[in-house]
């Protein structure tokens, strides 16, 4: 199990040979993967967006893990200023060129020792849960159901927005475990 939960990400495209990257990131979870879920008018979303007309699918490369989130910056930072944004006849689709020196200044948290471990096996027995309740509703269960049924409901500044569940059904799907319908249910996958 990871340590530091951040990493440094780059996205490729695949009509090229060998594959060029296109974007470099950090982040944590999914973070590399969710910029195909959104498509806007920005020079890396009109790259994604060519990418997916020609039939073919973003290549996602993790170039490091086990990360602090200082590490991720530096790290994103010098990969950035040497493959060069295009707006500066580089590369990268990036919208900026973070300055390296200035990275421990954006660092905000602290983490404290054993956090992120606890923070992993809560999330272990979590998704768990999900997939046993999953497996025993054939049918599938919706986002609301897992929330509801499980005690994981958001009642956050008066809201019911239930992002919890709905990120623990996201990190199901990606491991492959669970898979999402056309009626917006989510079955489990038998292993």
Not at 56 to 69: A, F, K, M, P, R
Not at 87 to 105: A, D, H, V, W, Y
Not at 108 to 136: T, V
Request: proline residues 4%.
């Amino acid at each position: 199990m990871a340590q530091n939960p951040f990493y440094v990400y780059a996205l490729k495209d695949p009509r090229e040979r060998p594959a060029k990257a296109f974007y470099i990131g950090k982040g944590t979870g999914n973070r590399a993967w969710e910029h195909q879920t959104v498509e806007d008018d920005s020079e890396k979303g009109l790259v994604i967006k060519a990418i997916h007309e020609s039939g073919h699918s973003v290549l996602h490369t993790v170039i490091t893990d086990n990360l602090n989130e200082e590490q991720a910056l530096k790290i994103e930072a010098e990969l950035i200023a040497a493959f060069g944004i295009r707006s500066r006849g580089g590369l990268l689709t990036n919208k900026i060129q973070p300055n390296p020196e200035t990275i421990t200044k954006k660092v905000r948290a602290n983490i404290p020792e054993g956090c992120y471990e606890k923070a992993q096996m809560g999330l272990g027995i979590l998704k768990s849960a999900i997939m046993e309740l999953a497996k025993a509703n054939p049918e599938g269960v919706k986002n609301s159901d897992a929330a509801k049924y499980l005690g994981l409901q958001s009642d956050y500044g008066g809201g019911s927005k239930d992002y919890l569940t709905y990120s623990l059904l996201g990190l199901l799907m990606k491991e492959g475990r669970i898979e999402r319908t056309e009626k917006r249910r989510h079955v489990a996958k038998s292993e």
